[in-house]
């Protein structure tokens, strides 16, 4: 039911059956761990292998104005150079600190920063008051992050503020996958981001599938 997956190496070859036909984006930055400052990663994945495993993108996180923000950025750079080299499009996810604000001005300049680097598109989060000027302001399309597990109705309105306010997609883990009903829920959020259906009616298909999935 999605579009395309996102994921690291390890996953695609440990857990993603081999027959799946979906567009992979790769998680090419790495190197660090929720133990350790966040910022420090290295580029993860090299290009032959990324062709090996049929990649249609590349993604890496961006950490801009934390510690190690410059090397974030080489990182970015290195996989846009290697990646257009071989016609394969990067992915900019804008990593946010514990100690950023969530606001209009730094989503303005991590996004804007990620576009004229070279980023082809920019996974970054969806807040408000503010997101439609940073969508606005960026010059590829903004998919948001799901981040923190939310009620399935909640998840299912930022959703669809975040379309409606300009993003161009969804790309949602945890709401997903952690839901009562993963498929009842990516087929709702699927509604919301295609079709712009209504938090409301989304979620009522979301409750139809998950009640269906439990007879």
Known sequence: YADVLMCTRGALRSIIPAHTNKPIVLRCSAGQ???????????????????????????AQVYIGAKYEHKSITNLVKLIDTGTRYGIPTLAVTGVGADMDRDLRYFSLATRMCAEIGAHYIKSYYFEPGFEKVVAACPVPIVIAGGKKLPEMEALEMAYKAIDQGAS??????????????????????????????????????????????K
Do not use: C, W
Not at 47 to 57: G, S, V
Not at 189 to 204: C, G, L, N, R, T
């Open 33 to 59: 761990s929720i133990l350790t400052e966040l910022s420090n990663e290295a580029v993860g994945v090299d290009i032959e292998d990324t062709i090996r495993l049929n990649a249609a993108a590349m993604a």
């Open 169 to 214: 997609g969804v790309d949602m883990g945890r709401n997903i996958f952690q839901s009562d009903s993963p498929i009842g829920m990516i087929q709702a959020v699927a509604q919301v981001v295609h079709k712009k259906e209504k938090p409301k009616h989304a979620f009522e298909l979301y409750k139809d599938i998950k009640n269906k999935d439990r």
